[in-house]
Structure formats: structure tokens, C-alpha cells
């Protein structure tokens, strides 16, 4: 899954539990170049991961790609082609030890595509050429070979499926706004972002089951008195769908922000509406489940000046806030989650951001483990 990370005001503080087994810190290759940076995370069973980002960065996008694996025992950076381009890597997925994806952009905005075949990854075209304005946000590997991609071409969203042999456009769930994130199952595909419905941005998510879409969006939907305003990721349980997501709040002198949310929606409404973890700044962006399928972890963005990287976990009932990994020197962290497939653990990847006279730098990331006890 994948972490947008983004620079806001911290507007709530919250009381943090401890719950079960603590989060575990798995060190980084040292061949890893910082100023660095995780935005994704993948894995297929408890021997093979991937996590995605950038290293040698010089700016918010600007660096060199970046992408790790992890064996059973250490993760260790892959090879990667000779790439013309400069830039960062922001989604990446895996569906089997042979086959994966990995999308980012180059320091002109411009979209990029890497493919693993088992042995090497190589640069594959993007839909539309590399000089089109498709802005390609999210990657996911489904059963049986098959791919998605979501973006957007300015205010259009965009879907791609992957048949084998070549990307081809589906129709997109609505007809303005923006995808930034997709989830492929054997039950069907779902896509997340933003619609645009009557001059209002609302939250919306989608299911796509072979022939069209069903919809959901969370217009008239709010978290104490704040509209949704982005759907990051979705989970599809028994009984109904939850998803992550920001709200929008009004800041300090009338300052636009956004806030953390967690939803489920019932089959026929809204039944929760939550600001979980409230210390949580900018947005929720994944929901990654248990062994048996069910909400278990929500990576979030924290700051400013974290203590530790913040997690929401789900016991069944009620979210509690986590802490992970202890931090110092911090300014922004934000995590992204994984569930490892044949386990009840789950991966999580981190960007860390730091305030300096000159503006938003990045640092190093981190990476870690939670084995679900």
C-alpha cells in the first residue's frame, strides 16, 4: 500500500494504548542512500516484500528510484535499469515472487512504469507514452496475472486493467475528479479518491465486478461536523466496506486542512464515522487486514515532532491508537501498511520528513514489523 505524504497543521493530541505485541524495527540495507524515502509497501507470503521510494533526494520528487526486497531474513536493494529519468517511486504491488509493478514520476510530473519478471526489473511503456499527462497515483496485482492502475488526465479520473498483454482504459467510476488508490481481489476490484458533485470534493469508492461499477461517495456524510473529503483505501469485510480518508477542517485563521477518518459503510449507510488516530495529521492512507480478513491496521501521517510512528488497530469493536518505532528529529512521519498473505503480521514502511530553515526535507525511512500478537 501506499503513503502520500503531505505537510499540515497539528490540530488534536490523543492518549495512546499500548495493545499486544509491540511494533519491531527491521534494519534498513546500508547500501541505501540518504536522504531517502519509503512510500509503499507489498508482499505475497512471510518470505518475499517489496517497498518502493526514492534515495539521494534532493527535493520532494526529486532523487534517484528506489526499490527494496525482503528474503525471509534482511531486505536488501534491487537493481534497478538504467533509468533516463529522475524521481521517485510511489506505489508498488506484487502478486507472486515472479511478478510485480512499480509506478512513480519523474521531476517533470511525468509518469513511469517498472515491471519484475522474476529475474530483473525493467522500465515498461506507460499507457499513452511517457509525454502524457496521465499522472499514474496507485498500482495493484491481482489473482491470475491481472494489474490495475488509477490516476488521473487533469480532472478525469482514469482506470487501466491490465489483460495480459497490454493496458486497457475501463470507464472510470465517475467523471470528474481523482483515483489515488485500488485494491484487487478475487472478489472484485476497488478504487479510491476523490468525486467532484456539485462543487463539493467528497470521498468516494468504488467496485468494479467484471462489468460495471457500483459506487459509494460520502456526500452529506460527516465526522464531527467535517465533510469527507478523500477516500485513501478501502477494505471489503463481511457485512460492508471500510475505508480511510481525511475530513476537511478549518484551521487557524480560517486555514483549509484536512483531518484522519475512518468509515464503514453498512450495505445501506454510514454506521461509523470516526477522527482515529486523532494526533493524526493530513489523512488515514491504508487499511490492511488480519489473517482472516477482518480491519486490523490503519497506517496514518503523524506530526509535528512525533514521539514514535502512529498506528489505529482494530480489535473487533473499537480502534485503539498504537505507537510504533520511537523517533527523534522528526518533523512529519507517515506509514504505510502491508498484511503479509499466511500470517496474521503485517509490514509497515515509513517516510520521515524534518523542518529546516530552508523547507520540507526528507530523511531516512524506516521499516517495520508487527506479528499480529
Given at each position: ?42 508482499a505475497t507470503d512471510r518470505a518475499n516484500a517489496w517497498a518502493a521510494g526514492g534515495e539521494a533526494m534532493t527535493g520532494r520528487d526529486a532523487g534517484t528510484p528506489l526499490i527494496l526486497r525482503w528474503d525471509g531474513t534482511a531486505w536488501a536493494k534491487v537493481p534497478l535499469p538504467t533509468l533516463s529519468w529522475s524521481g521517485s517511486l510511489r506505489s508498488i504491488a506484487a502478486s507472486s515472487r515472479s511478478a510485480a509493478w512499480a509506478v512513480g514520476r519523474d521531476t517533470a510530473g511525468l509518469s513511469h512504469m517498472l515491471r519484475w519478471n522474476g529475474r530483473l526489473w525493467r522500465e515498461v511503456p506507460v499507457p499513452g507514452g511517457t509525454t502524457a499527462p496521465l499522472d ?238
Amino acid at each position: 500500500m501506499t503513503v502520500h505524504l503531505a505537510v499540515a497543521t497539528l490540530l488534536a493530541a490523543a492518549t495512546v494504548v499500548p495493545v499486544g505485541a509491540a511494533w519491531e524495527r527491521i534494519p534498513l540495507p546500508n547500501s541505501v542512500v540518504a536522504p531517502a524515502m519509503l512510500l509503499s509497501v507489498t508482499a505475497t507470503d512471510r518470505a518475499n516484500a517489496w517497498a518502493a521510494g526514492g534515495e539521494a533526494m534532493t527535493g520532494r520528487d526529486a532523487g534517484t528510484p528506489l526499490i527494496l526486497r525482503w528474503d525471509g531474513t534482511a531486505w536488501a536493494k534491487v537493481p534497478l535499469p538504467t533509468l533516463s529519468w529522475s524521481g521517485s517511486l510511489r506505489s508498488i504491488a506484487a502478486s507472486s515472487r515472479s511478478a510485480a509493478w512499480a509506478v512513480g514520476r519523474d521531476t517533470a510530473g511525468l509518469s513511469h512504469m517498472l515491471r519484475w519478471n522474476g529475474r530483473l526489473w525493467r522500465e515498461v511503456p506507460v499507457p499513452g507514452g511517457t509525454t502524457a499527462p496521465l499522472d499514474l497515483r496507485a498500482v495493484a496485482a491481482g489473482p491470475l496475472g491481472s494489474a490495475w492502475l488509477v490516476g488521473q488526465d487533469g480532472d478525469r479520473p482514469v482506470v487501466l486493467r491490465w489483460d495480459g498483454g497490454a493496458w486497457r482504459p475501463v470507464p472510470p467510476p465517475m467523471e470528474t475528479g481523482r483515483l489515488a488508490g485500488v485494491r484487487a481481489t478475487r472478489g472484485g476490484v476497488w478504487v479510491t479518491g476523490q468525486e467532484h458533485v456539485g462543487g463539493e470534493r467528497v470521498g468516494a469508492t468504488a467496485r468494479w465486478n467484471g462489468a460495471g461499477w457500483t459506487k459509494i461517495n460520502t456526500l452529506g456524510v460527516r465526522a464531527d461536523g467535517a465533510p469527507i473529503s478523500a477516500i485513501n483505501d478501502v477494505l471489503a469485510v463481511a457485512g460492508g466496506v471500510w475505508t480511510v480518508g481525511s475530513v476537511a477542517v478549518s484551521g487557524p485563521g480560517g486555514l483549509s486542512l484536512t483531518q484522519p477518518w475512518i468509515g464503514h459503510w453498512n450495505g445501506t449507510g454510514w454506521d461509523t464515522s470516526l477522527r482515529t488516530p486523532a494526533a493524526t495529521i493530513e489523512q488515514n492512507v491504508t487499511i490492511t487486514p488480519d489473517g482472516d480478513g477482518r480491519p486490523q491496521w490503519v497506517g496514518s501521517i503523524i506530526g509535528p515532532n512525533p514521539a514514535s510512528t502512529r498506528y489505529a488497530r482494530f480489535d473487533g469493536t473499537t480502534w485503539t491508537e498504537v505507537s510504533g518505532a520511537p523517533l527523534s528529529g522528526v518533523f512529519i512521519a507517515g506509514t504505510a501498511t502491508a498484511h503479509i498473505p499466511g500470517t496474521n503480521a503485517t509490514w509497515s514502511v515509513a517516510a520521515l520528513a524534518t523542518q529546516t530553515p530552508a523547507g520540507f526535507a526528507w530523511g531516512t525511512p524506516l521499516i517495520e514489523r508487527h506479528d499480529g500478537g
